[in-house]
Structures are given as structure tokens and as C-alpha cells.
């Protein structure tokens, strides 16, 4: 079992930045994909990005690429998402999930890639 907690959201103005902290616990030693997602209430979850973890291997969703950038810090088993020049329709909780890498280390925002979800934390951007 893993567990993860989102923390870092907040309120911004349009253009500013925010940064969203993933920390994993529990069982943690395996190599794993780990992807940030967005929901909007009343609106599907939409993935934003999704990196292979120990590694390199990073993917992004049109809309947020250039502005967000998704890295890792393995000694403290956390993802981050740095979200800069925000805009309004950004607004929504983001959560991270984890979950087995189906080849390799070839990760996507496919929801059904992911087994384990966090709680999720707000970012709201206003204009």
C-alpha cells in the first residue's frame, strides 16, 4: 500500500506561481509512475503531467506545457508540480497519483494507469 498527501495549494493571481507537493509513504521502494491530475467540480479529472519515478521520463498535457514543469526529490519520496503563469482555468483541486508503469519507464495521464490517489489540495487562480 501507498499513501500520498497533497499539500501546497493556495490562491493566486493570474501570472503568478504556485507549487504542489505529492510526499509518498508506505511502500515506496518500488519504481513507480507518479502524475499530477486536475478536477474542476462537475467536470471530468483531467491529467496535467506524469513523470517515471526514479527517473527522467516526464509528459505533459498541451495546455499546461511551458508554464508547468513536474520534478522529484527521491530522498523525500515527493513529486512536485511548479505551476508558473497561472490563468483562471487553472482553477480546480489537483491530486497526485502513483501507480505501475505498464512498459518500461513510459508514463502517461491515464487515470487507469493509477492504483494509488491522494486527497487532493485547491489551487484557485484569480483574474
Known amino acids: 500500500q501507498v499513501q500520498l498527501a497533497e499539500s501546497g495549494g493556495g490562491s493566486v493571481q493570474a501570472g503568478g506561481s504556485l507549487r504542489v507537493s505529492c510526499v509518498a509513504s508506505?511502500?515506496?521502494?518500488?519504481?513507480?509512475?507518479v502524475a499530477w491530475f486536475r478536477q474542476v467540480p462537475g467536470k471530468e479529472r483531467e491529467g496535467v503531467a506524469a513523470?517515471?519515478?526514479?527517473?527522467?521520463?516526464?509528459r505533459y498535457v498541451d495546455s499546461v506545457k511551458g508554464r508547468f514543469t513536474i520534478s522529484q526529490d527521491v530522498n523525500k519520496n515527493t513529486v512536485y508540480l511548479q505551476m508558473n503563469d497561472l490563468k483562471p482555468e487553472d482553477t480546480a483541486i489537483y491530486y497526485c497519483?502513483?501507480?505501475?508503469?505498464?512498459?518500461?519507464?513510459?508514463?502517461?495521464?491515464?487515470?487507469?494507469?493509477?492504483?494509488?490517489w491522494g486527497q487532493g489540495t485547491q489551487v484557485t487562480v484569480s483574474s
Open positions: 508506505g511502500n515506496t521502494a518500488t519504481n513507480a509512475c
Open positions: 513523470t517515471y519515478v526514479p527517473g527522467s521520463w516526464k
Open positions: 497519483a502513483a501507480g505501475a508503469p505498464r512498459w518500461r519507464e513510459y508514463c502517461y495521464t491515464e487515470q487507469s494507469q493509477y492504483t494509488y
